[in-house]
Nanobody, 123 residues
């Protein structure tokens, strides 16, 4: 599977944005998909993940209640709706997949990283 993240941009604090992760490949439905982000000088960190069937979304504490992950397997797309954005959300956002059973949140558990999309939140 190959992934491509898109939808980033410049947003004012308090604003919203929706990212998309488009997949190619016949086996997209086999994978749990995760969103990660990496700010300058920082480690890549887990943001959210969703299971193969769209169930059991799981979020990092830093985005819980503000971000919503969802997927459309027919379109082979995973979305990340981001609300109440703040400057701490500024980062390059990446999507990736995993077949790890259980609660995988480490970047090392994921693969097929696509090119990221830049989100900048201005104060």
């Amino acid at each position: 599977v190959q992934l491509q993240a898109s939808g980033g941009g410049l947003v004012q604090a308090g604003g919203s944005l929706k990212l998309s992760c488009a997949a190619s490949g016949w086996n997209f439905r086999m994978y749990t998909v995760g969103w990660f982000r990496q700010a300058p000088g920082k480690e890549r960190e887990f943001v959210a993940r969703v299971r193969r069937d769209g169930s059991s979304p799981y979020y990092a504490d830093s985005v819980k209640g503000r971000f919503t992950i969802s997927r459309d397997n027919a379109k082979k797309v995973v979305y990340l709706q981001m609300n109440s954005l703040n400057p701490n959300d500024t980062a390059v956002y990446y999507c990736a997949v995993t077949t790890v059973v259980g609660l995988a949140t480490a970047a090392s558990d994921f693969h097929s990283w696509g090119q990221g999309t830049q989100l900048t939140v201005s104060s």
